[in-house]
């Protein structure tokens, strides 16, 4: 496959970039600064882009198969999350590329709760607010489009720097917890959700979520 990766020299994205080589893809690995091309792997093709521009989405993600955007926002800069996802979902449906968008955790439901989402729940950290703010009109704008063919992940509530085991379980709109009370998945593994997600597509205009 022909992938492309935006935000590929932060911990999710050169994940991502990691395991789509080590499966024998082909991948363009996009970064904003022309600095930080010296962090992406020699196997990659790097290039410099914008997930904001539509423009550059269009020429990066053309004659490939998928693009996955793994960016993140600078703090105080959260706003810019809900525009970017427009500008990737604009993109994409140019070139007719499938596009898998890494988003948050907060707008999950909590188990057992009726639907109270993550965000929500009492003792829920301020400092957070932003961001979860964020990530949720981010993944509104996905709802809304009517024209690319998107997927959006949320990750577990704890996203660590655990090794790579290649185990997850998946979900949909809850909040995934497993039997010790945590809510987890290492970065590593969340690229394997990612590139198993790329390889067999299950979760197609629409989100899903993945856990330990």
């Known amino acids: 496959m022909r992938i492309t990766v935006f935000g590929a020299a932060g911990t999710v994205g050169g994940h991502t970039v990691a395991e789509a080589l080590d499966r024998g893809h082909s991948v363009t690995a996009v970064v904003r600064s022309a600095a930080r091309t010296a962090d992406l792997p020699d196997r990659a093709r790097a290039r410099v882009g914008d997930a904001a521009d539509p423009a550059d989405v269009a020429e990066l993600s053309r004659g490939g198969d998928v693009v996955i955007s793994a ?10 999350l809900a525009a970017t996802a427009e500008s990737l979902l604009e993109g994409t449906a140019r070139t007719g590329v499938r596009l898998l968008l890494v988003g948050g955790a907060a707008t999950l439901a909590v188990p057992g709760t009726g639907g109270t989402a993550v965000v929500d729940e009492p003792g829920f950290p ?3 607010r932003p961001i979860a703010h964020a990530c949720a009109d981010q993944l509104a704008v996905c709802r809304r489009d009517v024209a690319a063919d998107w997927t959006y992940l949320s ?10 085991t290649g185990r997850y379980r998946l979900g949909g709109d809850e909040l995934l917890v497993g039997a010790d009370g945590a809510s987890r998945i290492s970065a590593a593994d969340l690229a394997v959700v990612l590139l198993d997600e790329a390889e067999h597509p299950r979760h197609r205009r629409m989100r ?3 856990a330990y």
């Open 126 to 128: 301020e400092e957070l």
């Open 155 to 164: 990750p577990p509530a704890l996203l660590d720097a655990g090794e790579r």
């Open 71 to 80: 960016t993140r926002p600078a703090p105080g800069r959260e706003h810019e």
């Open 208 to 210: 899903f979520t993945a």
